[in-house]
């Protein structure tokens, strides 16, 4: 079976594609109700939460955008240190919110005190962190940021995006004080490409009742009126939820706890193999991601050649730096149904390739 290390979209398992060809339900039938709510229940779980979780039929950009309309009035702050937390401050700047952004060096995370001392210079209803920067292969503290948060402007938002992480790492909610979580499903989930998921607590819910232009389709308080009806204000990927309902399944099958070291386990040796090349990650190591290795490319390995090496030999591919960095890095994601034989198969093909090129 082919194998993609790029991080989304990722390999589905033939079985979860198989669970999207059940007949269509309608939306506001009973049938599909409880595959709905069974699903939310489920993702609760991943999301380590008691509050309820969003399924949003259509991407995790989607969720950066429910965020800002829903939890800002004016006064947001961004932390950027890579091109998905760029993004959510080009969306919170689009919806014309007051948008600060605290910048931090890519390969970086975003760090405590610099947090603190963006908050303690102005107050911001606000603060946007992306959990696991899929740019630049980093991983940001959100347990410590959320505590500074607290301690200094106990009132602010704490929005996370965990898009590449969720389901490959653990991110309690409840536990951590998040606000409001998002994810896709074509990252750590393993599902197709589609869905996004958002974890999103009483408070933040009560906030968005204040927020005025929440716009329609992403406005919270539809989308409560209808999640406690089991279902959505529009039409769902009703194939993708049966997918979501099934997959959920069988991540518990293999535990949550199982999933998170496995994640652990592949990104280490893929980060084993690359020092011992002598190729440091790109990110600062003790920041490295769980589940996509960002390794500067000092052996100028010509990613392109390589990826027809392992298509042609092992149906397999890994992905280029991202944007700029494009040559100067290259990415070995380990999401979703990848294994630790996999990443073996991976790496022993990329040995034979870095020999032949020698
Ligand atoms: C992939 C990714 C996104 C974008 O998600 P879509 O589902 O493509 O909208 C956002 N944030 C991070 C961290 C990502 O890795």
Known sequence: MARMFVPGPVDVAPEVMQAMTKPMLPHRSKEYEDIHRSAAEKAQKVFYTNYRVFIGTHSGSGMQETGIRNLVNKDVLCCVNGAFSERWYDVAVSNGKNTDRLDVEWGKAVRPDQLRDA????????????????????????????????????????LVDAVSSLGGTKIEMDAWDLDFLLTSSQKCLALPPGLSLAGVNDRALAKAATVENRGWYFD??????????????????????YALDFQL???????????????????????????????????????????????SNTMNLDVSVLNKFLMEHYQMRISSGYGDMKEKTFRIATMGEISLTDVDMLLEGMDKFIALNK
């Open 119 to 158: 908050l303690k210079k102005k107050h911001y209803e606000a603060v946007t962190i992306v959990h696991n920067e899929t740019s630049t292969g980093v991983e940001s503290p959100v347990k410590d940021l959320s505590k500074v948060v607290r301690e200094v402007s106990p009132e602010t938002f704490i």
């Open 220 to 241: 919270l308080l539809i989308m409560e009126k209808h999640r406690v009806k089991n279902s959505t204000a529009m039409t769902p990927v009703v194939p993708l939820v």
């Open 249 to 295: 399944d069988r991540i518990f099958d293999e535990g949550l706890e199982n999933r998170f070291a496995r994640h652990a386990a592949m990104s280490q040796k893929v980060y084993n193999w690359s020092l011992a090349h002598g190729m440091p990650s790109f990110a600062e190591e003790a920041y490295r991601s769980k589940t996509v290795a960002t390794i």
